[in-house]
């Protein structure tokens, strides 16, 4: 599915940029934090925004899956290659920026770090207490491939597989022991830790983007029917909605990550954007697909760039640039730089080296069986 890529770059770093944006405003001061607080904390949901993405690419790239289990292998080697390298190059420069070598003597600090890279997180939910401050939404984001993963395994019926899954796992078994919510920052205290992460409702953001990329494949075979659909009117209304809810004063406005929260705007915009790219194929500036391209090294990276930056302008006495509120697109632009600089040594080289070896083993391993 060639044209919807290009928007899905563009969402990527809106996504990035937005979750950077709501960080940089914990470093302003006084009243520049109190004036910008009240937007830039919404960007927090471009984890919402990421989550829905991710589910819709894991359909998209693997719709034409026969449904083996060299099919499961092939799935998660890519998709691992591609998320653990750069994450475990980014925590140990997160812990170097912000704890230095100490971090190593404290308490469970190496055990942390493995649970950490299993993806084993800690009973704290949803932000599991990772090395990494962003590195809980990584929890998320493998647990739902390995699921995904193994509904690939049911063939054409594999959606069917994994809505059915995620139904009983997040709704019907909580519902059953009064612990239902669709509030993701609920703490569910199940016996099973790892079940508190599994019943999250987190989860159904991800099959809401695989849902979507069923809706695009279907238009990419009718899209010349529906060419003359209108698409500035919906577009608006996803905008207009996200604005209604996020950045005005109305009573119980959506604050907070979840379906029912960020993830209605969320999964609005991100639809009308993708379902019209399909039908009209959008033109994308040049610029805005970079920034998606190094989106993953940016959420990764902005963390440490925030604390170093800070740190650095302290040090050279221009921290008093914090207290306007011109810092946080300053220290955003910053970081943006910063993960120009480390996509390749950080996440391309590694991560295609890794890909690229292990792909070539299983091929061999394949040759070899049919040999014999």
């Not at 989550?51 to 819709?56: A, E, K, L, Q, V």
């Not at 719709?63 to 750069?86: A, E, H, M, N, W």
């Not at 063939?155 to 239902?180: D, E, N, Q, W």
């Not at 970079?290 to 090294?297: A, D, E, L, P, Q």
């Amino acid at each position: 599915m060639k044209h919807p890529i290009n928007s899905i770059q563009m969402l990527r770093g809106i996504a990035a940029l937005a979750v950077v944006l709501c960080h940089s405003r914990n470093y302003l001061v006084g009243d520049a934090f109190n004036a910008a607080d009240h937007i830039l904390f919404n960007g927090a949901m471009g984890v919402d925004l990421f989550f829905i993405i991710s589910g819709f690419i894991m359909v998209i790239s693997t719709y034409q899956y026969r449904g083996t289990f060299l099919d499961v292998v092939d799935f998660l080697i890519k998709r691992v290659s591609r998320v653990l390298p750069p994450y475990v190059i980014a925590t140990f420069i997160y812990i170097l920026c912000s704890a230095g070598l100490s971090y190593f003597t404290q308490p469970h600090a190496i055990s942390g770090l493995f649970r950490a890279f299993v993806f084993l997180p800690e009973t704290y939910m949803p932000y599991f207490n990772t090395p990494l401050p962003v590195g809980w939404t990584l929890n998320f984001e493998m647990y739902f491939y390995l699921i995904f993963s193994i509904s690939l395994l049911f063939g054409k019926f594999r959606f069917l597989a994994l809505c059915s899954f995620i139904f009983v796992t997040v709704c019907y078994i909580p519902k059953k022991l009064g612990a239902f919510t669709l509030n993701p920052l609920h703490f569910q205290d199940y016996s099973v830790p790892y079940y508190n992460m599994m019943a999250n409702p987190f989860i159904l953001e991800f099959l809401c983007g695989a849902g979507i990329s069923y809706i695009c494949l279907y238009l990419r075979k009718h899209h010349t029917k529906l060419a003359g659909l209108p698409y500035l009117p919906y577009l608006s209304l996803g905008f207009g909605l996200t604005f209604l809810l996020n950045w005005t004063d109305i009573p119980h406005k959506l604050h907070s990550h979840g379906l029912l929260n960020w993830g209605i705007p969320c999964v609005l915009i991100f639809s009308i954007i993708v379902i019209m790219d399909v039908i009209h194929t959008f033109r994308i500036h040049h610029f805005l697909t970079k920034i998606g391209n190094v989106s993953y090294t940016l959420y990764l990276t902005h963390t440490s760039s925030l604390l170093v930056l800070s740190h650095l302008l302290d040090r050279i006495h221009l921290g008093g640039m914090k207290i306007s509120v011109f810092y946080a697109p300053f220290s955003a632009t910053i970081c943006v730089i910063v993960s120009f600089l480390l996509y390749n040594v950080m996440e391309k080289i590694p991560s295609d080296y890794i890909r690229t070896k292990l792909l070539s083993g299983v091929r061999s391993f394949r040759v070899r069986a049919v040999q014999q």
